[in-house]
């Protein structure tokens, strides 16, 4: 679910959306009159009243207990009540709001994040018909840990999980590229990983309403449908869907063989493989019978809707008093049934009505046993290094669930949990948890180096001067993760844009008008410290560790004004940080106006950075028009663009291949110019290089084309 109230101005953390500015009607502080009377009449509405559920305990230390099924069903029926609670208390709120302040509020629109109105190669294998010297594998965070992408290559061949199949492409050589083999998949296909002759593809399912005919189902485990890559206004939480893992014998690549399914109720959250061993977290939110959370007609007073929202808590606690929730545990069926699962740990903290597995298998035995371990918790932002997995779950205090001991002062704060895995199955198992002040932007505000977790996390949302960031260092002692270290408000007033972590070195953007780049020195665990930092205008989404001396960045330009900035073009920049105590941007080049987009902001796997050739592939949609604050009006490219890239001479664009959508006839879709800073509307979404071969692959066709003459195709295969 998306959150456009972090832009500008926002009323509050439950505000009832962001209000336009009319720059005329400022007072002497620059805040406009009545803005600033509105801002005054929503602080004087009580906030709702902090309640804990009855047998919580209002105090609690950060972790996971073993648990059973009466126990998660007591533990979830309790979540569920406070839920209802928290919905209507702050559906009141909003009521009151209304009531009292209505009169007061003027203008209307949405404000962006950034303030403005509106919205390396791999050796290739050997084969039968030679093969290029090197080929791009995928843009994996952890050297040795694989990440689960909808494309994948051997150097030979390309494979897709896409449309309704597992699509063999044989890739190689380019000019008789042509699809192979085919395996339909049940559901709609995700992601995969290929090993050897083995493919393990995920798809999703959508599950049969089970809930009672008379009520609507609603899930209640919070979060957002969808895949969520980037994090900035999008949960960690799975669509919602069942998973299937198909597993598949790839000896005759011209007919794969299914000879392993799993199925389970839970939708996928991340997967990584090491080795053969696959750890795949998936997440399942409960469902209980929706309840009312407004009252049968309009309370004209703020005392007849203080009446009639708690009468209406009253009546929805009768209607769930008897509520069983033990039958939505999740399943797994490995062939026999669906099973339940019987290794449940609980938080301490009750989490949602919500569940997250980590369920390893080994992809080269289709008969091997699986290993799994579930939480009664709402999934996170996943991060995983060769031999641990971390979860990061956000927490806001309201008063329903309790809180943390180890954070009495903290407001937002994340549960860390630590799981041990490997290249075996059977090393998967639970380890450790902690809190940390503040929420991860996405998995590379997260890595383990030398058994310390460096975490960096953002409080508060903009435009709250309060918004500030955290970067901690996390050691285990014995069941609990520890804070060793730690750097506290860092760029009050803004928040994080990307992270990345370099050995003992660390490198933070954050942002509300400018984009400082921060640099960390983190080779003592207790004693972190910050370098330097160097502000410019925009800000980076996306880093990549381009050699040991220079960073190679892609995100956005933004044109300030004052108080706020509006975002602008895409932005490839290199920073020089060989000393970090005086980082140095030392190129750039900027592409399109505000609207462009490109799959790889928001998503690492489409970043292709090909160090034997030097070249960047990006999935690009390029938008050219509009005005200072306005979207471009005209979409001039849709595609993949390759970039010459040194230290030399910067960014030189080699050429393009353009994808213009068939639907639209010979030209593009304008409307996708018009798309959400974080929602990239580019029809191509990932690249391979094979030596001078660059493939760019959509969801629907791969085409293939030479690096010396990219405008014109070698060859295109459709994969519908």
Known sequence: MRNRSVGFFAVSALSLGAVGIVPSACNSTGTPSYQAAYEACVASVPKPAPQVVAGNASKVQSGLVASDENAADATMRAAAVAGMRRA????????????RCSALSKGSGEYDSAGGAGSGGVPAPANDHGSPTNVSGTNNQVSGVDEADFVKNDGHYIYTATGSALHIVEAWPAKSMREVGKATL?????????????????????????????????????GSSGACTYGYDCDFSGDGT??????????DRTHPRLVRTLKSSASLIAARRIGNAVHTVLGQRATTPSYR??????????????????????????????????????TLDAGGGAAPITHLLQSTVPDGVAFTTVLSLDI?????????????????????????????????????????????SFDEVSSVHKFAIGDGVLATEYRASGTVKGRVLNQFSMDEKDDHLRIATTTGHLPSPNAHNTLSILGQEGPALKVSGQIDNIANGEDIRSVRFDGDRGFMVTFKKTDPLYAFDLSKPSAPVILGELKIPGFSTYMHVMDKNHLLTIGYDANDHGDFAFFDGVLLQIFDVSNPKSP????????????????????????????????????????????????????????????????????????????????????????????????????????????????SVSTSRIKANDLQTLATDVAEVSIR
């Open 364 to 408: 080269a035995n289709d008969s091997a046993p699986l290993n799994s371990v579930t939480v009664l918790s709402r999934a996170g932002a996943v991060y995983a290094s060769a031999k641990s997995l971390y979860m990061a779950v956000p927490h806001q205090r309201d008063g329903y669930y309790g809180w943390f001991d180890d954070a009495p």
């Open 186 to 222: 049940e559901g709609t296909p995700l992601k995969l990983f290929v090993v050897g002759d083995r493919a393990l593809v995920y798809s999703s399912v959508q599950k049969q309403n089970a809930a009672p005919s008379r009520l609507r189902s609603a899930p209640i485990g919070g």
């Open 242 to 251: 069942a998973t299937t893992l198909s597993l598949f014998d790839l000896t």
């Open 584 to 695: 140095a941007l030392v190129h750039k080049a900027k592409i399109g106006t505000r609207g462009s987009s490109s799959e790889a902001l928001s998503d690492h796997l489409a970043f292709n950075y090909f160090v034997p050739k030097g070249a960047l592939a990006l999935p690009m949609t390029i938008c050219e028009g509009g005005g200072d604050g306005s979207y471009g009006t005209n979409m001039t490219f849709s595609g993949l663009m390759v970039y010459d890239v040194s230290l030399d001479r910067g960014f030189a664009l080699r050429g393009t291949v353009a994808h213009p959508n068939a639907e639209t006839g010979n030209g593009y879709n304008n409307g996708g110019c018009y798309n959400w800073w974080t929602n990239a509307s580019s029809e191509v979404k990932r690249s391979i290089f094979m030596d001078d071969i660059v493939y």
């Open 88 to 99: 209507v208390d702050n559906a009141k709120y909003n009521a009151l709001v209304n009531l």
């Open 293 to 330: 959370t407004y009252p049968e007609g309009s309370p004209k007073t703020e005392a007849e809707a203080e009446r009639a929202f708690e009468a209406l808590k009253i009546d929805n606690e009768k209607a769930m008093a008897n509520l069983t929730m033990k039958d939505q545990l999740p």
